[in-house]
């Protein structure tokens, strides 16, 4: 699987939006961007995932640029509950249809 | 999206000791995961669990040492076998509609496990 970077870690006002960046610059052209969260004490949760278009829905919007060689996991109006840690994962989701897991992105939302 | 139930949600165990994990899928699913996350680290592929056949594994982990049954579409265990103190961690499994549909996993909370 394509590795991902993400920074450590992120702050965020409560009502802002909270843009997460990750860089995927190996990624291959059947490969997916997968984003998911853990808030402490839970599984994994998923977000959203896309290809190559932009991609919304009642959670969060996924922008990925052009070249697919990085993306930005947008919450809208980030509320304390949306604390977690963010993780940016590629896969082709086909015959070796396995995550990889990274250090993800820990966003903190102040109040 | 599927409610995965995964049993016990935590437990306390002496080393040498064994403890079958079960997770249970209210829906029929294609493909089932189990994944390990150690103390303040992220989570790591354990295995596949494949209906009727063995379980695929990752490197760094043998079925001797987490021996996994999948005997229908909705239901999994792992075993943890002879345990030491370095396994204690929460395991996860995680659940897929379709192998190549690109459909995300989707996770239950996992099995906090400690061992003394």
């Known amino acids: 699987d394509a590795k991902t970077t993400q920074p450590t870690s992120m702050d965020c006002a409560e009502g802002r939006a909270a843009n997460l960046p990750c860089n995927h610059s190996?990624?291959?052209?059947?490969?997916?961007v997968y984003w998911y969260r853990q808030i402490h004490s839970q599984g994994p949760q998923y977000i959203i995932h896309?290809?190559?278009n932009n991609e919304t829905n009642e959670m969060a919007s996924l922008i990925i640029t052009e070249d697919r060689k990085s993306s930005t996991l947008i919450l809208p109006h980030a509320t304390l509950r949306d604390t977690a840690v963010y993780y940016c994962?590629?896969?082709?989701?086909?015959?070796?249809?396995?995550?990889?897991f990274g250090k993800g992105t820990l966003l903190t939302v102040n109040p | 999206s599927a409610v995965i139930s995964q049993k016990p949600s935590r437990d306390i165990c002496q080393r040498g000791t064994s403890l079958t994990i079960q997770c249970q899928v209210d829906?029929?699913?294609?493909?089932m995961f189990w994944y390990r996350q150690q103390p303040g680290q992220s989570l790591t592929l354990i295995a596949t669990?494949?209906?009727?056949?063995?379980?695929?594994?990752e490197s760094g982990f043998v079925i001797d040492k987490f021996p996994i049954s999948r005997p229908n579409l909705t239901f999994s265990t792992l075993t943890v076998s002879n345990m030491s103190p370095e396994d204690s961690s929460i395991y996860l499994c995680?659940?897929?509609?379709?192998?190549?549909?690109?459909?995300?996993?989707?996770f239950g909370d996992g099995t906090r496990l400690s061992i003394l």
């Open positions: 829906s029929q699913v294609t493909m």
């Open positions: 994962i590629v896969s082709d989701g086909g015959s070796n249809y396995k995550l990889t």
């Open positions: 190996t990624i291959s052209g059947n490969e997916y």
């Open positions: 896309g290809l190559k």
């Open positions: 669990a494949n209906q009727g056949s063995e379980a695929t594994y």
């Open positions: 995680s659940v897929a509609g379709r192998q190549g549909s690109n459909q995300p996993q989707h």
